[in-house]
């Protein structure tokens, strides 16, 4: 069975750091794109970043200059460095995964962590 399991969300004051993690197990054969999305209170879940498995980046334009995201193939894992966050940047964040499994490719999520930051 394939899974996302997310870690390294909790509590941090604005300005401050942190770095979430996620990593896939499971019986797949590759993976494609991997990204993180989010979903603050009483808004809808976007997109905050997203790196191919060619290694191209793309990021939402509020999280631009503070956020970066980066991939360890060999680990089969997708990370988040949020550097200088700010109470907007607060909200529940998922990973999502497209990973080959019978020669296809399929969507995958995580179970999500939240962020909370503090002014």
């Known amino acids: 069975q394939v899974q996302l399991v997310e870690s390294g969300g909790g509590l941090v004051q604005a300005g401050g750091s942190l770095r979430l993690s996620c990593a896939a197990s499971?019986?797949?054969?590759?993976?494609?794109?991997m990204a993180w999305y989010r979903q603050g209170p009483g808004k809808q879940r976007e997109l905050v970043a997203v790196i191919t498995s060619g290694g191209s980046i793309n990021y939402a334009d509020s999280v631009l200059g503070r956020f970066t995201i980066s991939r360890d193939n060999a680990k089969n894992t997708v990370y988040l460095q949020m550097n200088s966050p700010k109470p907007e940047d607060t909200g529940v964040y998922y990973c999502?995964?497209?990973?080959?499994?019978?020669?296809?490719?399929?969507?995958?999520w995580g179970q999500g962590t939240q962020v909370t930051v503090s002014s």
């Open positions: 499971g019986r797949f054969s590759s993976i494609n794109a």
């Open positions: 999502n995964a497209h990973l080959v499994v019978g020669g296809i490719s399929w969507s995958y």
